[in-house]
């Protein structure tokens, strides 16, 4: 049984739907269900009878600890996360509290049931925790990509509190052997992402003929991953990663965000042209994003060589697929732009 924080957000539900295609396990999801939880993302899941949505709080240390113990889960995958850079610079509070405090109380109460386990089940126990290429710091246009061993050096809140929780984790291996894994990915996209995104907010705006708001000039380096290439990476190296270590997760799909944007413009003119003129048309350059990193890169050498993973998609399918999503599933979209979302879960369940 997996239990796993955090997927009612984009990645862990993205996550739920690949390991429900590749596995007869059941799985409980711990989900606070903040603006970014969407529960209604789960329903297919749910539907088959093998995942259960428990909401609460990863930093409520009782229901982790009753969680753990009435499932007696064989690995934990912790997703849950505040997880929007632009939020944590109006609002870093709460980047602290879950990200770091409910790292902290997540790892607290594994080890303490990790510790009773019989030795064959404590071998095999993982702990698998989902972090960032941002707490890296920032690239130059020339630096080499992020490797494992790369010094940490976030910038942001967000990446700061990211950077936290990874030190937490690795000195809770190191110090109570507690079998952890961490991966370090790169920019995700993909189905069920929340539209403050880039990817998501640019091909919604501009289906509804409003600006699409570029930082700056434009210019800075994402590596781009399809969520489900990284769901498969963290599948493989939940099975055969080594307690400790860390793996960078990359898409080798490095492009400019401007580039990103030009692209599902192109996209879009393509599959859903406009009456007049073009999507492009709608670009509109805005003030740069405080401390705004120019570039991050991934070097994934060690998850190929050690893991045997690489992704599946390009620049080209993952757009096209991602795109294609979005066209095709408005009712999820207007459950979210309404807000609709927020109640589904009340209105399944008469939970509160
Ligand atoms: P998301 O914001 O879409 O989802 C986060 C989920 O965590 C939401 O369902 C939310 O309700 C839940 N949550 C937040 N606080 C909680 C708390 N205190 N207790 C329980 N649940 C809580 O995030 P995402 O994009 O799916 O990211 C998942 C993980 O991957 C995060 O740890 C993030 O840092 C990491 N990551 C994401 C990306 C990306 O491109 N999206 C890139 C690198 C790393």
Redesign the pocket.
């Known amino acids: 049984m997996l239990l796993i924080?955090?997927?009612?957000?984009?990645?862990?539900?993205n996550y739920v739907y690949h390991y429900l295609e590749h596995s007869d396990e059941p799985v409980v999801v711990?989900?606070?269900?903040?603006?970014?939880?969407?529960a209604q993302t789960l329903e297919a899941a749910i539907a088959t009878g093998r995942v259960q949505l428990v909401r609460?709080?990863?930093?409520d240390r009782a229901l982790v600890r009753q969680l753990i113990e009435t499932h007696r889960p064989r690995a934990l995958l912790?997703?849950?996360?505040?997880?929007?850079v632009d939020r944590s610079i109006h609002g870093p509070g709460?980047f602290v509290?879950?990200?770091v405090i409910?790292t902290f109380s997540l790892l607290e109460e594994t080890r303490a049931y990790w510790s009773t386990l019989p030795s064959a089940e404590k071998d095999t126990f993982r702990f698998l925790h989902?972090?960032?290429?941002?707490v890296y710091g920032s690239l130059s246009d020339t630096d080499p990509a992020f490797s494992e061993t790369t010094p940490y050096q976030p910038n942001s809140p967000?990446s700061a509190s990211?950077a936290g929780s990874d030190h937490l984790v690795r000195a809770w291996h190191h110090t109570y052997g507690l079998p952890v894994l961490t991966t370090?990915?790169?920019?995700?996209?993909g189905p069920f992402?929340?539209p403050e995104?880039l990817i998501p907010l640019m091909i919604l705006n501009a289906l509804e003929g409003k600006p699409l708001p570029v930082y700056g000039d434009g210019k800075n380096i994402r590596d781009w991953?399809y969520?489900r290439d990284h769901c498969e990476a963290i599948r493989q190296v939940l099975a055969k990663g080594r307690p400790g270590e860390t793996y960078n997760v990359g898409g080798k799909n490095e492009l400019k965000n401007i580039e990103v944007v030009t692209g599902i413009c192109a996209l879009l003119d393509e599959l859903r042209p406009r009456s007049s003129g073009k999507y492009a048309d709608l670009i509109t350059y805005v003030k740069d994003r405080p401390g705004h990193d120019r570039r991050y890169a991934i070097d994934p050498t060690k998850i190929e060589a050690e893991i045997g993973w690489t992704p599946a998609e390009t620049f080209e399918t993952g757009f096209r697929k991602t795109v294609r999503w979005y066209l095709d599933n408005p009712a999820w979209i207007e459950a979210v732009r309404s807000g609709a979302y927020r109640t589904w879960l009340d209105t399944q369940y008469g939970q509160t």
């Open positions: 924080t955090g997927a009612a957000g984009f990645i862990g539900a711990l989900d606070k269900l903040t603006y970014a939880g969407n609460g709080d990863i930093c912790h997703f849950a996360a505040e997880s929007h709460d509290q879950t990200n409910g989902v972090s960032t290429d941002e967000y990211k370090n990915c790169s920019n995700n996209y992402q929340f995104k991953l969520v």
